[in-house]
């Protein structure tokens, strides 16, 4: 199995730009979650999916945030607009169910840095 | 809230050392609780896990054990490798829903 896939893997833009970050679950996964990594802050949920449909929501930081996830295999985080305090490394994560104990599996990561 | 504390690191360690990464945590009911590591430039990938008290769980030679009346799951590895230096970091999931909480993390060094 190819694993989780992300893209890009690096980005870099100005304040005020709009950034999709791509992120394709493992096939037959019903869960995925995004993912956002400072030093700061830690490891933080901005979201997850079950099913495509979005369960919580809570973490992500303001409106200029949003996620879909138009059917089982892509979903995609979006800042519109960027500020340099979105720079962090943004993670996908799906896991094959929906108990508390299932493993996520992780993609590789976004590299996002906002100048 | 849920929450896990871990250990401040940078941890650094020579190689065949001994190594506990300590882990508590706060939660109501009985979470399940995890190990997850990242090596550098990776993703995080899962180590082990517990779902109930008493439960041990282990993988590549690292260990932890699900203590209820400490409210704790440390990680421990008798002789720890060069190829085992990277973040770990200790998790557990909100009960009744897939949200996982993560701690901190803690970078471990291990020098030939």
């Known amino acids: 199995d190819a694993g989780v896939i992300q893209s890009p893997r690096h980005e870099v833009t100005e304040m005020g730009q709009e950034v999709t970050l791509r992120c394709k679950p493992i096939?037959?996964?019903?869960?995925l979650f995004w993912y956002r990594q400072t030093m700061m802050r830690g490891l933080e949920l901005l979201i997850y999916?079950?099913?495509?449909?979005?369960?919580?929501d809570s973490g992500m930081p303001e409106d200029r945030f949003s996620a879909k996830m138009p059917n089982a295999s892509f979903s995609t985080l979006k800042i519109q607009p960027s500020e340099p305090r979105d720079s962090a490394v943004y993670f996908c994560?799906?896991?094959?169910?929906?108990?508390?104990?299932?493993?996520?599996?992780f993609g590789p990561g976004t590299r996002l840095l906002v100048l | 809230g849920n929450s896990v504390t871990q250990m401040e690191g940078p941890v650094t360690l020579s190689e065949e050392a001994f190594l506990t990464i300590n882990c508590t945590y706060t939660a109501t009911g009985y979470p399940s609780l995890f190990w997850y590591v990242q090596y550098p430039g990776e993703g995080l990938q899962l180590l082990l896990k517990a779902t109930k008290a008493d439960d041990k769980g282990s993988n590549k030679g690292f260990e932890a054990t699900y203590r209820k009346e400490t409210t704790s799951f440390h990680l421990e590895k008798g002789s720890v490798q060069v190829s085992d230096s990277a973040v770990y970091f200790c998790?557990?999931?909100?009960?009744?829903?897939?949200?996982?909480?993560f701690g901190k993390g803690t970078k471990l060094t291990v020098n030939p």
């Open positions: 998790a557990l999931n909100q009960g009744g829903s897939e949200k996982l909480v």
């Open positions: 096939s037959g996964h019903n869960s």
């Open positions: 999916f079950n099913n495509n449909v979005p369960i919580d």
């Open positions: 994560a799906s896991s094959p169910g929906t108990s508390e104990a299932e493993t996520q599996y």
